[in-house]
């Protein structure tokens, strides 16, 4: 079903007060979508994706942008070295604003008796559906009070939408395919471990306890952001519903966790998560998570930091350990699997591939998995379908893998 405009250009006009400096270009967006001038539109999105992401440059890398742009900006963001600042989905979403903010800047007309690009509702609706997933994100990650306006819809995934669209318009030819090269058996396990299947996230809630503006159930947003992760929820020994609103509001803030008195498991959990996904450090308090029995979540990161620091036995024992605890996490189980291929254990590895693929059709990260996988068995035919699926199901990991070797999709069977 298509999604109708109004929706979105309500829910961008809920959010434009949470933005500072990009506001005037988000109210300016909102009032060129409903006067009909949906170049304009795409333009003003282009404007206030790259505020956002200079913001996330200073706030995220502790870097000043300086006369960055927004294509520079996007690619520093997909840089291997910054991977998992940014979701894998919110990134596929700003290349569908990047793509349609850079056509309807452009004059990509020949003579000047040629006809403009066109540009209507069908492709303001998809640069704008990905606006609205993109400052969602980025309000829960910042923890913004956002309240979506009456009768606003959520953001649809579909962040490919908009590429696809450009193709047609643009008549460009596929790009010529290449060889498919074998992979070493050193295959990109953090990589791997990585990639979450495409959700889409959303506002989290507050409060505890019952009365006005508080929630009946004090772990209410606190749970919605496990699912955004994929992960499962922690035992109930291992939390503590006084801390959850804070919890929920500071999931990625070091030093307001840092800041919390004798934090439960969780509260040790969520720190040592945000030290090491946004300081890359190993934080002591994974010790006091840890000690938490069936804490598959404090388990599954100590296996990541294992990875990342070479140590593949602890790294086996860890995410062995969230598996068992956790049957159903699928990013530790492919984790997992990634080790066995590190250590040519590939029958293994594309067994777990396959179950799976079978558990969640849409889960990126088991086709990633078999891709590399078949590609050490030689099997390139079916590698490239796993290649190209991966990427299909959002997987930034993969497109830049077909990127490298200037591979194409096009032609390819599902």
């Given amino acids: 079903?298509?999604?109708?405009?109004?929706?979105?250009?309500?829910?961008?006009?809920?959010?434009?007060?949470?933005?500072?400096?990009?506001?005037?270009?988000?109210?300016?967006?909102?009032?060129r979508g409903r006067a009909g001038d949906f170049k304009g539109v795409m333009q003003n999105?282009?404007?206030?994706?790259?505020?956002?992401?200079?913001?996330?440059?200073?706030?995220?890398?502790?870097q000043t942008p300086g006369k960055a742009m927004l294509d520079e900006l996007v690619t520093k963001f997909r840089q291997q070295a910054n991977a998992g600042i940014i979701p894998t989905n919110v990134l596929a979403h700003m290349g569908t604003v990047q793509a349609w903010g850079n056509l309807s800047s452009h004059d990509h007309a020949g003579s000047l008796a040629d006809a403009p690009v066109q540009v209507g509702q069908e492709e303001a609706v998809a640069s704008l559906?990905?606006?609205?997933?993109?400052?969602?994100?980025?309000?829960?990650?910042?923890?913004?009070?956002?309240t979506p306006a009456a009768g606003s819809a959520p953001a649809v995934a579909t962040p490919?939408?908009?590429?696809?669209?450009?193709?047609?318009?643009?008549?460009?030819?596929?790009?010529?395919?290449?060889?498919?090269?074998?992979?070493?058996?050193?295959?990109?396990?953090?990589?791997?471990?990585?990639?979450?299947?495409?959700?889409?996230?959303?506002?989290?809630?507050?409060?505890?306890?019952?009365?006005?503006?508080?929630?009946?159930?004090?772990f209410t947003a606190?749970?919605?952001?496990?699912?955004?992760?994929?992960?499962?929820?922690?035992?109930?020994?291992?939390?503590?519903?006084?801390?959850?609103?804070?919890?929920?509001?500071?999931v990625r803030n070091v030093n307001?966790?840092?800041?919390?008195?004798?934090?439960?498991?969780?509260?040790?959990?969520?720190?040592?998560?945000?030290?090491?996904?946004?300081?890359?450090?190993?934080?002591?308090?994974?010790?006091?998570?840890?000690?938490c029995p069936g804490f598959a979540n404090a388990q599954y990161l100590a296996g990541k930091i294992a990875i990342a620091e070479g140590r593949l036995d602890d790294a086996l024992a860890s995410l062995k350990s969230a598996t068992t605890q956790a049957p159903k996490f699928l990013d530790a189980?492919?984790?997992?699997?990634?080790?066995?291929?590190?250590?040519?254990?590939?029958?293994?590895?594309?067994?777990?591939?396959?179950?799976?693929?079978s558990a969640d059709p849409d889960y990126a990260a088991g086709y990633l998995l078999r891709f590399s996988g078949r590609v050490l068995k030689g099997d390139r035919d079916a590698a490239m379908k796993d290649l190209c699926t991966a990427v299909?199901?959002?997987?930034?990991?993969?497109?830049?893998?077909?990127?490298?070797?200037?591979?194409?999709?096009e032609g390819v069977a599902p």
């Fill in 256 to 291: 307001a966790l840092r800041l919390i008195d004798s934090p439960s498991p969780e509260a040790a959990y969520l720190l040592a998560r945000a030290t090491f996904e946004d300081l890359k450090q190993k934080s002591p308090a994974l010790d006091a998570a840890l000690a």
């Fill in 45 to 62: 999105a282009r404007l206030v994706l790259e505020a956002v992401l200079r913001s996330l440059v200073t706030e995220e890398l502790k």
């Fill in 392 to 409: 299909n199901k959002g997987s930034a990991t993969a497109r830049q893998k077909l990127e490298s070797i200037n591979g194409s999709c």
């Fill in 1 to 31: 079903m298509a999604v109708e405009l109004e929706p979105l250009l309500q829910k961008l006009s809920g959010l434009a007060p949470l933005f500072g400096r990009a506001r005037d270009d988000l109210d300016a967006m909102v009032s």
């Fill in 222 to 250: 606190l749970d919605a952001l496990y699912g955004s992760w994929k992960e499962p929820v922690p035992p109930p020994s291992c939390r503590r519903a006084e801390e959850a609103e804070r919890l929920a509001q500071n």
């Fill in 160 to 218: 490919f939408q908009g590429a696809a669209v450009i193709a047609r318009k643009e008549g460009a030819p596929p790009p010529a395919k290449s060889k498919l090269p074998l992979v070493g058996a050193g295959v990109g396990l953090l990589a791997i471990a990585g990639v979450v299947a495409v959700v889409s996230l959303r506002p989290s809630g507050s409060g505890t306890g019952t009365g006005p503006g508080k929630t009946e159930q004090p």
């Fill in 129 to 146: 559906n990905s606006m609205a997933a993109i400052l969602t994100w980025y309000a829960n990650k910042r923890g913004l009070a956002a």
């Fill in 333 to 357: 189980r492919a984790s997992l699997a990634g080790i066995m291929l590190q250590q040519q254990e590939v029958d293994a590895a594309l067994a777990e591939a396959e179950k799976l693929i």
